[in-house]
């Protein structure tokens, strides 16, 4: 799918690699003076990952998620707690030592939320609570298994944990086919088309009661059949804590990935001693789902890289356009365009270098840009504006103001 088939092979590195592609677009880097599996965002990058972002934020709160954040780093008696010390003390960063407390960097971001949901007495009357997090994480990851954005050892997690009434009125499940509704449509926004799911069960070593992972693995089974999805069995699959939901995505190259997941977290819920009350009156635990879209942003981002070959459609374009007069004389009304588009919202550049236009042209279709607006003499004289589509379709003359409508609805309908 990579449109620059010119370029000489590296070993180990293909054409639709995220590595040589984000090199290739000055999307990232790593650094040894930084040290292994910890990525720099370079400009470019960091607008698409805004974009993912921002339409993450904007997708969670119409949904009736709450935003939150959680610190970097916490006291060991939260790890100790939650279990990550006795079970995950080894992809765990080593302590340091503050007014003679230790402190770990977070390797996950749930135990936050069980203290934010633990901060006050909770009633039934506010459950579904759904809390959110874009929360950089970090784990020990041995040298030899890095690979690019793939797999780092600092990265960004879309956690979010929704704590549900455990009762018979059926919210467990209701609240799992939302998410599964959820990912469906977030996926499908990145042009996944092809989505399998598998429900993995109770593993040989586990924690819970069995009435709460039988509960767990009913509501599971019966919302993936609530929205109409056909599912595999990994029978003993599930996680330690809780049963799952993996959802498994095929890029434009025929690729499977494991992108979202939805889990039930049998374990938490009771370390904390979280409880709410019930209409009786009484101390209730609530049912706790884990649930992730992206998985991780980096490792998400790194697929995009390679699911689009680095040609990013309009919305997520780190930049959309790019203005290019013909001559030195086009330059006054090129930088006017690029001006009036600006204040569209739209993401551009001039490229005035006193190259010829055609190289100029074949610059911008390299970047993999998704338009080229040139300005001659035509286009002063009538007003207009040329523009050129990503993947080499022919210029077609236009009035400024109906493009700049249709690239707004292109960007409105994520094309």
Known sequence: MSENHS????????????????????LFSF???????LALWHPKGALVRIGL????????LARGYDLVYSPHLGRSTLWETSGHLD???????APMTVDEQRYYVKPMNCPFHMQIFASRRRSYRELPLRLAELGTVYRYERSGVLNGLLRVRGFTQDDAHIFCRNDEEGELEEEIAGVLRFIVEFLEAFRFRRLAFSLSTRPEKSVGSDDRWVAGEAALARALERVGRSYEVDDGGGAFYGPKIDVHVEDELGRPWQLSTVQVDLNLPERFALGY????????VPFV??????????RFFAILVEHYAGAFPLWLAPLQARVLPVAERHQKRAREVAEILRKAELRVDVDARGEPLGARVRDGEREKLPYLVVIGDREIASGSISVRKRGGSPSESVELSHWISAVAEEQRKRL
């Open 7 to 26: 370029v000489e092979r590296e070993p180990g590195l293909s054409l639709d690699d995220h590595r040589r592609i984000g090199r290739e677009l000055d």
């Open 31 to 37: 650094a040894e003076a930084v040290g292994p599996g």
């Open 53 to 60: 972002e921002d339409y993450w934020r904007k997708e969670h």
């Open 87 to 93: 079970f995950y003390r080894d992809s765990m960063y």
């Open 277 to 284: 009350v019930g209409p009786d009156g009484r101390e209730h």
């Open 289 to 298: 789902v884990h649930r992730a879209l992206f998985g991780s942003l980096e």
